[in-house]
């Protein structure tokens, strides 16, 4: 069973500065896929950045970049230039195709960051 | 034009009422799934259907029954409902060609009381 773990409940960085979430996942398998989402008070669940594991290079998003590290198991999130509206539940999560066109996503606990003006 | 629309966004229902949720995506996926929130925020896969068949089953209550109509629409019905069923559901929906992620609804809030 794949197991995603996030340890930093909760977080704070001040607007403008970079902040990092840490996520590590313990999997045998090789091929899989690695997510970071965000949920703001809306609940509404967002797509921040996705990582192919057989992808060495570290995805990035405009202000969002992540460090992949494969024989880890690691896979930290980097926010920079934090604006307020980052203020959200940040979950990592591990994807894995499970046959017959499903996929199973394991999510992590999820990190709370406070963006302080 | 939503992606993956469920309703209600909040239902607030007695012990032992039967209720359902409905789930439809206009994306053309042929995957979809329902996820469940707890109170401290923690998401956990429930069930996954492809092309109206069930796929993934994890170990839930047989109260909570899944109907898939078409590839468009999944629906969650669950019978007898108790105070730990409340939680945040999430539909979800998934395609196997091209960019693998999924597209999640905006959630439907479940209270029991």
């Known amino acids: 069973a794949q197991t995603v773990t996030q340890s930093q409940p909760e977080m704070s960085v001040q607007e403008a500065e970079t902040v990092t979430l840490s996520c590590t996942y313990d999997?045998?398998?090789?091929?899989?896929?690695l997510f970071w989402y965000k949920q703001p008070p809306s609940r509404q669940m967002i797509l921040v950045i996705r990582?192919?594991?057989?992808?060495?290079q570290n995805a990035t998003e405009n202000r969002f970049s992540v460090n992949f590290q494969k024989a880890a198991k690691s896979f930290s999130l980097k926010i920079s230039d934090s604006q307020l509206g980052d203020t959200a539940m940040y979950f990592c999560?591990?994807?894995?195709?499970?046959?017959?066109?499903?996929?199973?996503?394991?999510f992590g606990k999820g990190t709370k960051l406070s963006v302080i003006p | 034009d939503t992606a993956v629309s469920q309703t209600p966004k909040y239902l607030v229902t007695q012990m032992g009422n039967d209720k359902s949720i409905k789930c439809e995506q206009n994306?053309?996926?042929?995957?979809m799934y329902w996820y469940k929130q707890d109170s401290k925020k923690f998401l956990k896969i429930m069930f996954s259907?492809?092309?109206?068949?069930?796929?993934i089953n994890e170990t839930v209550p047989n109260r909570f029954s899944p109907k898939s109509p078409d590839k468009a629409h999944l629906n969650l019905h669950i019978n007898s409902l108790e105070l730990g069923d409340s939680a945040v559901y999430f539909c979800?929906?998934?395609?196997?060609?091209?960019?693998?992620?999924?597209?999640f609804g905006s959630g439907t809030q479940l209270s029991v009381l």
């Open positions: 999997t045998s398998e090789s091929n899989y896929y």
């Open positions: 259907y492809n092309n109206k068949e069930l796929i």
């Open positions: 990582q192919e594991a057989y992808k060495q």
């Open positions: 994306l053309g996926h042929d995957t």
């Open positions: 999560a591990f994807m894995l195709y499970s046959g017959a066109g499903s996929y199973q996503l394991t």
């Open positions: 979800a929906s998934s395609s196997q060609t091209g960019f693998e992620k999924l597209f």
